[in-house]
C-alpha cells in the first residue's frame, strides 16, 4: 500500500500490481480510483462486485485449470491409467485450487483415469523423494503415471521412481520453468501443463496500453492460458519465462 501511495503521489499515468492478497489489491485499487489513475491486476482475479473497485483488466493464474489440464492430459494419453497425485502442501489455498480442477476432472474422465494415491510432497524435491519412495515400498497401490505439482517435485518423483527400476513411469508436471523444459527434453518428465508466467506481464502492459491509447479491450478479466507440452510439441509450443517475442505473439491470439 505504501508503495502505490508513493506511485500515485508521483502522478504515474498506470499501474499494474501483483497483490498478496484479494484485500489488498482491492484497496491499492480503491486509492487509484480516486486518484484517477488506471490500474491492471494480475495472478489474481479480485471480486466481482463493486467492493473491489474499477480495473482496465486481469490477468491471473488458476490453479484449478492447471490441475484439471494435467488429469485430463493423463486420461487422453493413457486411458485407463492409476494416477499417483504428488501434490504440494496444503495450508496458503494453491494446493487446495489444483485440487478442486483436478476433482472435476477426475469426475469427468472417470472411465479413463483412476486416482490411486494422495500424497503431499509439499513443493520440494526431497519430500517429494520420500512421499514416493514410501508409497513403492508399502505396496499400496500399483500406478502407472504420476502428476507431480511442480517441477522441484517432479526431481523427487523421477529419482524415487529411477531407484526403484520405474523410471519408464511417466510424469506430468506444471509450471513451464527452464528446468521443466529440460526433463521434458531429457525424457524425466513426459509432459508440462505450462502456464508461462511473463504472459501476465505481458497482458498487463498490452490492458494499461490500450486503455491509455484509446484501444476497445474486448475481455477484461483473463485466465493464464494452459499449454500442455510433451516432446512432440516442445520446440514449437513451449513459451520460456524469458522469450518476450514468442509471449507477444501468442496474446497477440488472445
Known amino acids: 500500500v505504501s508503495q502505490a501511495e508513493e506511485l ?3 502522478g504515474v499515468d498506470g499501474i499494474s500490481i501483483f497483490p498478496c492478497t484479494p484485500e489488498v489489491g482491492a484497496t491499492i485499487v480503491r486509492m487509484c480510483n480516486e486518484a484517477g489513475i488506471p490500474i491492471a491486476i494480475e495472478n489474481i482475479f479480485l ?8 480495473m482496465v483488466g486481469q490477468v491471473a493464474c488458476q490453479y484449478g485449470d492447471i490441475g484439471y489440464a494435467a488429469v485430463k492430459y493423463a486420461a487422453e494419453t493413457w486411458p485407463g491409467c492409476k494416477l499417483l497425485y504428488v501434490h504440494g ?6 494446493y487446495e485450487d489444483y485440487k478442486i480442477g483436478v476433482d472435476q476432472a477426475l469426475e469427468d474422465f472417470k472411465d479413463d483415469v483412476e486416482l490411486v494415491g494422495l500424497v503431499n510432497g509439499n513443493w520440494e524435491t526431497e519430500a517429494s523423494y520420500n512421499v514416493t519412495m514410501d508409497f513403492i515400498t508399502s505396496g499400496k497401490s500399483d500406478f502407472d503415471a504420476v502428476f507431480a505439482n511442480n517441477d522441484l517435485q517432479a526431481v523427487g518423483v523421477y529419482n524415487a521412481l529411477k531407484e526403484n527400476g520405474m523410471e519408464d513411469i511417466p510424469i506430468i508436471s506444471t509450471g513451464g ?7 521434458v527434453k531429457d525424457g524425466q518428465e513426459y509432459a508440462n501443463m505450462t502456464a508461462p508466467v511473463n504472459l501476465q506481464g505481458e497482458i498487463v502492459f498490452r490492458y494499461l ?16 492460458p494452459v499449454i500442455p507440452v510433451d516432446q512432440s510439441n516442445l520446440d514449437t509450443d513451449w513459451i520460456h519465462w524469458n522469450d518476450f517475442e514468442k ?7 488472445i
Open 8 to 10: 500515485i503521489a508521483k
Open 209 to 224: 496500453w490500450q486503455h491509455l491509447n484509446g484501444v476497445e479491450i474486448a475481455e477484461t478479466k483473463i485466465p493464464l
Open 89 to 94: 502442501g496444503p495450508g496458503v489455498g494453491v
Open 247 to 253: 509471449a507477444e505473439e501468442y496474446i497477440g491470439g
Open 177 to 183: 520453468s527452464e528446468q521443466g523444459y529440460q526433463m
Open 47 to 54: 471480486p466481482d462486485d463493486a467492493s473491489a473497485g474499477e
